[in-house]
């Protein structure tokens, strides 16, 4: 008996001196149990989901013998038993982050997360400069080039401005596959400008009407 008393004693100390300490930093209050239920709260008793970085004071209802409460994150890894329950109180320097708490044993279905600092977003992806090319038929030849007149050998999937020019009255021209399909009138003579966006496939160029049909080129887009 005279064991237990100190013991209790001694528990009273221990909460004093927690106390002493949370009047330090902002209050977070965590609970686990009974059932799955892991929450941490803040003092105003609203979800934790984003703090400032600096000094708290975690206090831990563990109510169940089957779980625990365990955080971590930067700089942070604290938890209470597992086959206890009670109440205990951390220190917690928070600075920008994520963190996370779960349940050991049930962490797949008893976990949360908050974030301290600014929140990280990743930024947009700088979008791809379309490719330029420069689609030609004449009355010999069809043509798919860059800009500098050299050929086009393959392609990266993305957009792409097509300079289409029609020299010929007696075809037209024709751009299919990797997601394309345009042309041009048989009659028609002159430039125009296709938009496209082109797919994973083989891009294929040529002419279409009168015989013999110009035989252009397959090209491939990855
Ligand atoms: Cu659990």
């Not at 001694?10 to 902002?26: D, F, H, W, Y």
């Not at 209050?29 to 004071?57: E, H, W």
């Not at 044993?105 to 992806?125: D, I, K, L, Q, Y």
Request: aromatic share 4%; hydrophobic share 40%; proline share 6%.
């Amino acid at each position: 008996m005279p064991r237990l008393r100190l013991a209790a004693a001694s528990a009273v100390l221990a909460l004093v001196v927690v106390g002493a300490v949370g009047a330090a930093g902002t209050g977070l209050n965590g609970s686990v149990g009974p059932g799955f239920a892991i929450s941490l709260k803040d003092g105003s008793g609203a979800q934790v989901t984003r703090l400032d970085a600096g000094a708290f004071t975690l206090t831990v209802e563990d109510k169940s013998e089957e779980h625990n409460f365990h955080l971590f994150g930067p700089g942070v890894d604290v938890s209470t038993g597992i086959e206890t329950t009670g109440t205990k109180a951390f220190t917690l320097d928070l600075v920008d982050g994520k963190y996370t708490f779960i349940c050991d044993p049930h962490a797949g279905r008893m976990s949360g997360s908050f974030t301290v600092g600014e929140v990280t977003t990743t930024p947009p992806p700088v979008a791809k400069p379309p490719v330029r090319l420069n689609l030609t038929v004449t009355s010999k030849a069809v043509t798919l080039t860059t800009p500098a007149a050299k050929p086009v050998k393959a392609l990266a999937a993305g957009s792409a401005v097509i300079t289409v020019r029609d020299r010929s009255a007696a075809r037209g021209v024709r751009l299919a596959g990797a997601g394309v399909s345009r042309s041009t009138t048989v009659k028609f003579v002159g430039t125009v400008t296709w938009k496209v966006k082109l797919s994973a496939g083989t891009l294929v160029y040529g002419s279409d009407a009168r015989k013999p049909v110009l035989k252009g080129g397959r090209v491939p887009v990855s």
